[in-house]
């Protein structure tokens, strides 16, 4: 009679049980939350945005409410220790951005609540590696960044960002899962909520690679920028498996920190907003403009066929705006000198000038070239009347040789493309976000 050998001893791995029966007539511990009802103590989370959004920012000033006790854009914090590490940011550039988050706070200039780290220039800072079984085991580096906040008392522990710290393939949900599990074991052994931050995908899904990092994390943020408003951002939950999710938070970025729109008062909020939908709009006219003159379609201020707001509200670069927009756009610029009417903009093949509206630090005739001594056709005089054909100068031969007067001609006004914007209310003067000491 045959036996069969295991693969393993019985005694090479014990499967952990729960005594429930020690629950018997007892209340379960209240859940612990570091950020109440958005981000749970003792657990991984994730924290992803596009570049430049501002999720270094967001994070650096969530670690100093916590660790000052100030709510974080309207949102109640547990008071304690935060680590905020960065591999992207050196200390000079750590220093700068906690004074804004300190003067947003209203946190004495000097002071550092959060303990930050900086390992800029650091090699191999991942937090695990493979053995020799293909297993995934903690670094010294994850190992030393547990101790930090166990020595420290830290609930916060922020890490930035995953592209350093992630030593697997972010497509293999295998790798995606240890790594994930491995960070929950940092933040059970260091009783602290592991916040990392990523990048969300190019196709535009809220988290790059395998579904693994939806699937194994119990709570993920997303942050985005506003299409219009730039300066606008939208914090929202998407998941919380301890929580309700969905939910959101509105902020704005304003002296190099984030502030809760709530606490703005409301005329400040109407006039950010109004100066940033003006510049969004002043730029969708003068990126249209650039495309039709690229594709020699001249356009006009006068009401026709046309009629530069109604061509640029269907054009792809126009995408989001109404005519209503670009008609106010094209009056703006108009006041600032950004555009010129009735302008010639390109030469036919019979040699005519086309008029058109013009950005006026376009060149009159791009294809036009001066080679030695010799002149090409000079820019005519813009008309007057749109209806009076222009006059056109056909044979026109120099008779001297000194260099000939550029046909380009940058018009400088010292205005900005956008409109001008209000005056902001001094920063000191507003009440400390969130209140609370």
């Known amino acids: 009679m045959s036996t069969v050998t295991p693969l393993y001893p019985a005694s090479a791995w014990e499967l952990p049980l729960i005594d429930a029966t020690l629950w018997y007539e007892k209340e379960p511990p209240a859940r612990r939350f570091v950020v109440d ?62 004074r ?39 670094s010294p580096v994850a190992l ?11 609930a916060l522990i922020v890490l930035d960002n995953l592209a350093h710290f992630f030593p697997g393939n972010e497509n293999v949900r295998h790798d995606v899962a240890a790594f994930c ?59 919380a498996n301890y929580a309700e999710s969905g939910t959101e938070v509105r902020c704005r970025w304003m002296n190099w920190a984030f502030v809760n729109e709530a606490d703005l008062p409301p005329n400040v909020v109407a006039q950010l907003a109004g100066t940033a939908q003006a510049a969004a709009e002043n730029d969708a006219f003068l990126r249209c403009l650039a495309a039709a003159t690229e594709r020699r379609q001249a356009v006009s201020h006068n009401p026709g066929v046309n009629y530069a707001p109604n061509i640029f509200r269907a054009m792809p670069e126009g995408k989001g705006f109404k005519e209503e927009a670009f008609k106010n756009a094209l009056q703006r610029l108009l006041a600032i000198g950004k555009i010129e009417l009735d302008q010639p903009v390109w030469k036919r093949e019979n040699r005519a000038w086309k008029f058109g509206i013009k ?42 040789l000194h260099a000939p007067t550029p046909l380009c001609t940058t018009y400088i006004t010292g205005a900005a493309p956008e409109a001008a914007a209000p005056d902001d209310p001094d920063p000191l003067s507003l009440p400390p976000m969130g209140g609370g000491q």
């Open 37 to 98: 009802g958005w981000l749970a103590r003792a657990t991984g989370a994730l924290l992803v945005g596009e570049d430049g959004v501002g999720k270094s920012l967001l994070a650096q000033q969530l670690a100093t409410c916590v660790a000052a006790g100030r709510s974080f854009l309207g949102l109640n914090v547990e008071h304690a220790g935060a680590l905020y590490v960065s591999c992207e940011d050196d200390e000079n550039e750590l220093w700068r951005r906690q």
């Open 100 to 138: 804004a988050i300190n003067q947003a706070l209203g946190v004495p200039i000097g002071a550092a609540p959060a303990m930050l780290s900086s390992l800029v220039g650091h090699t191999n800072v991942e937090l695990g590696f493979y053995d020799q079984n293909n297993q995934f085991r903690l």
């Open 144 to 154: 030393g960044i547990v101790a930090c906040a166990k020595e420290r008392g830290a």
């Open 181 to 239: 599990a491995a960070i929950e074991r940092m933040a059970i052994d260091a009783d602290a909520t592991v916040l990392i931050l990523a990048h969300p995908s190019k196709a535009g899904a809220e988290y790059s690679g395998s579904t693994g990092w939806s699937a194994h994390v119990r709570q993920r943020w997303y942050m985005e920028r506003d299409d219009v408003d730039r300066d606008s951002r939208t914090l929202r939950k998407s998941k």
């Open 359 to 400: 950005a006026s630090d376009q060149c009159t005739d791009p294809s036009s070239q001066v080679i030695e001594n010799t002149c090409t056709d000079p820019a005519p005089t813009p008309r007057t009347d749109p209806h009076t054909p222009p006059a056109q100068v056909i044979d026109f031969t120099c008779t001297d």
